[in-house]
């Protein structure tokens, strides 16, 4: 059975694991005071050519998402996002869970238009009285989206100048961070990222990483006791080591960027393939996301050979899956899905 | 440096990275639903006797406490610990962040005592009017607890028969679950805590993996839509099968048991090593932390050459202090303390 | 200045006054168990042909709706809303600080369609997994809605229907339920809702109370421990006999349905009067709020003499008004109204 | 039937009702916005001698805890009580319903003793490692205490200095501060509490008033947008001007200490009754609510003919009960409290 059902369905890059391994006996101090987070924290603030940044470590996506949030918005504030948004959609209610609503406006392709987002904000503050409103005291958006579609540099720096009109930080969500910023499409560096928004995580768990974000507050802007509020939100990993180590690696010699552009490239060969054959895209995505609209015989056919990820209902007999390159894919993978397929349309 | 200072100071057992690195790039489905929870589960419930038990898989302790206190309890409800319970002091109050109150009870070497915990019952329910407070909804205990101390088989016997009586689930931290069973001084099994408790956790972070703690719902109690519940906290871990695999390691051939037991004579070996020199006990641990009181000055000049950890000041002149032996100590390193230890004292 | 802003602008009816007055000195039990909050249950349970109800007593709405949905709905659950719907809008994330979701639905005229609400729950359970999902737990709507428009006897019961369907239960949010009542267009009563419904409350704070809200579980479904739910949420009030006399009053002799009559018959004067002098309305109400557009400047020149509320800008020159008559209004106000317009319009 | 079992048994002081008679038609603005609540205001400034302070109206107790605490707590903070404290004991966990720690600490006669709680801080604060501890954010004390006892101007001079040192704001529950502050034992007036609290509240609901409690911020230190975290805590009343009404009329001509010490005074004479008759007393109160050990026997038989509140058993064959004389009570209720007691007892 060949899987692309998505990017976090192996395990480490065997770099990481080969460090795990070598370490494994040494005794380290706990919650993230080791060495290693120290090490791979100045590589990752280095890299974004912000040495002044903080960097933290934390466990998964969600957890990471509601840590940051409920930490940097005030308990009458809400959480601006796309629609689509992740934290809206995806998180079963995890930001809510911490007393904050998530404000969504419209999208577009899974992104926040700078436009939707000014007369969101213009109309909230416009209006005299709010005392009975939450209010929007953050900005979230994904890069890549959920659709695996990204930011020009303009955009996010149109919606950045929007965030600092009104005084809220943006926040950008970067668990496939590395198959943004590899893709041939995208215009923007990890510098431009750290420079931008105030607010930022690196995923490690689609992008070669066992598991593990990376946290970064590149302005001096750390909540306060940021420790205690992951602890207080059962969030602080005692062996935060384990995640050093592994941003250690992924960031020494740019291996996180070689093996997000591996990735992206794979899934330019299956967009390709997919376009040869004449396939409908549900979303035209430049990253290692591919959806495509399959016919419901076809689509079930499909599943004997491959794994792949429902997305949605298009009609009655049509349905848009998603199959992901990820850093562990492989050209012959790649090879195998179009062989597949072929044989089964002959 | 020989650090002694707690059991989570190393990654783990050699085996448990062997069968990571030799299922490294096997594709798995996420969250928990792979043939690896799912193997660890059927060991886990077989050495607990228990067939029909559910068995979930989450990251950390506290994490661990705070997902599953806030899913058994009602809103209204507390939970019923012992003073010195690590929920009520040294979780940063997660528990607390999820709405419900810690309701402490006084503790005898770090037990909850069934007499106290009956009177607690006792007075709250025979006064007729407990509109103003919080109801006590579920018992809390550790085993071993924080200070190193066991339960005896009547006592959490005892203590199940109050919980029973007043219809409130019985809750056991194991976090050091096997250095618990595996003491000289513990009269009980497994299979004892599956039949007596209403859920507890076998710890996994402590006790020879590199992170992971396995709920058991032994009495077909397991909330409803846990997996859920477990998203909204910002706990369900995306690679869930690096947990199935680790405690499917730990469950084989009886794993746990043998590197717990191993720990835990090094242990008493400390433990006899510090009697032997006239070492005044802050508590008497029969398990695989010792706590000693130092003088400052011999603590001071201790701290030079082993890492231990500060427990608590006993008077201006002695402090109480921790050394853990881990799965992963060794007799060597036990002698060395001892030779520190002597060196220093000629 | 004539004041027409709101449906509590004023104290109370004076029979709930006088009532107050008469029984200030006698000494009552607190917390809700005196004999007035009994004897205001029982007549509201007698008018809701529902001798088995429970009733309670809260301040205001925002309150009771935030004690109602956490009460009855899981923590991984979330409460279905039209998008206009007050918990939604207007209660500055209540609903969302108890750590619940507001699942929005695209409502008409501020009501949720019955096949809107179906294909959302239909999605959302064909869909075979949820578990990275808020589970919708409940149906919200308001009767009348926040725009003054009512559900048909009809639409009620297919909205029950569905809500049965998928084993959720209904909430309806009375705030100003005698004024829906009492309109001309409404075709159910006071018995339909409480058949219908599986919670709801009758407004008192604007249908001529002073404050108090009662809410009614008709079927043997309150909340266990409730009264301690509404103590936790900082909602018990000491005095809680203030409401159960203001109830009384409010039941006693029809008075609700009285007062609410003869404000409805006031608003659909002002309707008429708006409608004859060619105005455009926002919506067409049939209940005591209206909503007018007004070109800016007469707007501007009208607020120096009549006090409304700003409901939303239509366009650059025209502004959505609302205008609502209370159970403390009077026909010369309405006078008063239509003789400053036209004087202004002259 | 004789009422003396708490102090909120009776509705409002005949000027209160008065007034609320008078202004009931007066058409207002909402949510607190009104000249009644500006003008009370003002006047409780005046009284507390602090013309920059500002003042907000909440209905009830527990509300006003709940909110102001976690207004002007940190999330990772938790607030710091005696172990009898009100928040603690009888508020339903609604503190920790927000997500916060109550800190309990050993109190004396319901008080904290400055030198506990200086212990409690330096402890906390010398140990290196808070990251896994809830940080104290802030003092609550209640005055009187929930045992009618009063802290000396010294006491609280001294608990405000250990506040300051730590940074911590000091705030004062004063659901009863107008029965504290008109002992004869109280060596400190309003002014006095302005000056060394950083919040406080004068409750009104327990002195005279329908309902309500006015919490002042004395020093510019209103919660940003507090309205809003209201708001959102479902505690904003829609015709706050009820509460104004009330509150200017307390203030007026020292009517709220006026009607105070008339409670004072009678509770003395209560005081002096029992002391003379050879009572024992559960606690030496100097405010309006007496403590009295009953012989069980002669509790039930005085139950026949007087209300009084259970406090808590002694021993087998004794209880401790309380009287309380509130605004509303009369000399000749505490003589036909003896004329019973001494008929019951010849």
């Known amino acids: 059975m060949l899987s692309l059902e998505s990017d976090y369905i192996k395990g480490a890059h065997e770099k990481i694991l080969e460090r795990l391994c070598e370490i494994n006996m040494e005794p380290q101090p706990g919650y993230g005071s080791d060495r290693y987070c120290e090490q791979a924290g100045e590589k990752i603030k280095a890299a974004c050519g912000c040495p002044d940044a903080e960097v933290f470590f934390l466990a998964g996506g969600t957890q990471t998402n509601a840590v940051v949030i409920d930490s940097m918005i005030q308990s009458f504030e809400g959480v601006v996002a796309a629609d689509s948004g992740h934290v809206s959609i995806h998180e079963a209610g995890a930001v809510e869970f911490t007393g904050h609503k998530v404000l969504t406006i419209p999208g577009k392709d899974g992104k926040i238009q700078p436009e939707n987002l000014r007369t969101f904000l213009e109309d909230f503050w416009k209006d005299g009285n709010h005392e009975h409103m939450v209010f929007p005291g953050m900005v979230y958006l994904s890069y890549p989206t959920e659709f695996g579609t990204l930011y020009s540099l303009r955009e996010l720096e149109d919606i950045s100048e929007i965030c600092k009109k009104y005084q809220i930080p943006l926040y950008l969500d970067g668990a496939r961070l590395g198959y943004g910023l590899m893709s041939r499409e995208c215009d923007l560096t990890l510098q431009d990222i750290a420079r931008i928004c105030d607010v930022f995580y690196i995923g490690g768990t689609k992008v070669g990483a ?112 998603r199959f992901a390159a990820s850093w562990a894919a492989t050209e012959s993978e790649i090879r195998e899905l179009f062989e597949i397929l072929d044989e089964m349309r002959n």
Chains 1, 2, 3, 4 share one sequence.
């Open 210 to 321: 066992l598991f593990g974000e990376a946290v970064v507050f590149p302005k001096h802007n750390t909540p306060k006791h940021f420790i205690n509020r992951i602890k207080q939100h059962g969030a602080l990993f005692a062996k935060g080591w384990l995640m050093g180590v592994q941003f250690d690696v992924l960031f020494t010699d740019g291996l996180y960027f070689e093996i997000s552009k591996k990735a992206v490239e794979l899934a330019q060969q299956m967009k390709e393939g997919f376009a040869q054959r004449g396939y409908e895209f549900f979303i035209d995505s430049p990253t290692n996301q591919q959806f495509i609209v399959l016919e419901n015989k076809e689509m079930e056919r499909l599943k004997e050979k491959v794994k792949f990820s429902f997305w949605e209902k298009c009609d009655d007999s049509h349905t848009a899956v």
